[in-house]
């Protein structure tokens, strides 16, 4: 097993949800690597947790990353988190991403959870995508 390409990975991630036209007309600049301290953008996405698992194979080393992005929001109702999770989502499944260090085989959408948080005031997403890389 390698978990060598997992900081290689977020970053790849973090720069395609940053330079993505159609999130940044949803939420401007406001994707963070952790939530900010101080005062919150309306609506904003964060990168979260991570579990990883071997796979690596006669090819040599791999893992499967399952990652979490969330999407946080004052809007009321979910219509406009799910607007920003969607743009999430069509920002990263099957990107062609590149990575500093070994090779995306693939990046796929798996689950989410929407939720009201906060006594109602928060609505949150929380998308995990799952992602196969190689370490060559």
């Not at 999130?23 to 963070?32: K, N, Q, R, Y």
């Not at 893992?63 to 999430?88: N, P, W």
């Not at 693939?106 to 196969?132: G, Q, T």
Request: hydrophobic share 50%; net charge neutral; proline share 2%.
């Amino acid at each position: 097993m390698s978990y060598a390409v997992s900081a290689a990975l977020q970053e790849a991630v973090f720069q395609k949800l940053i330079s993505d036209i159609t999130l940044s007309g949803l939420i401007g600049p406001a994707v963070f690597d952790a939530e900010p301290s101080g005062a919150l953008p309306a609506s904003y996405v964060t990168l979260g947790g991570e579990r990883v698992r071997d796979r690596s194979d006669i090819t040599g080393a791999g893992a499967l990353h399952e990652f979490d992005i969330s999407v946080v929001t004052e809007a009321d109702g979910f219509f406009v988190a799910k607007r920003i999770a969607a743009a999430v989502s069509d920002a990263l499944v099957d990107a062609e991403l590149t990575l500093s260090r070994g090779r995306l085989v693939y990046l796929h959408f798996y689950r989410a959870k929407a939720a009201r948080v906060e006594k109602a005031r928060i609505r949150r997403i929380d998308l995990i995508f799952r992602a196969r890389v190689q370490d060559n």
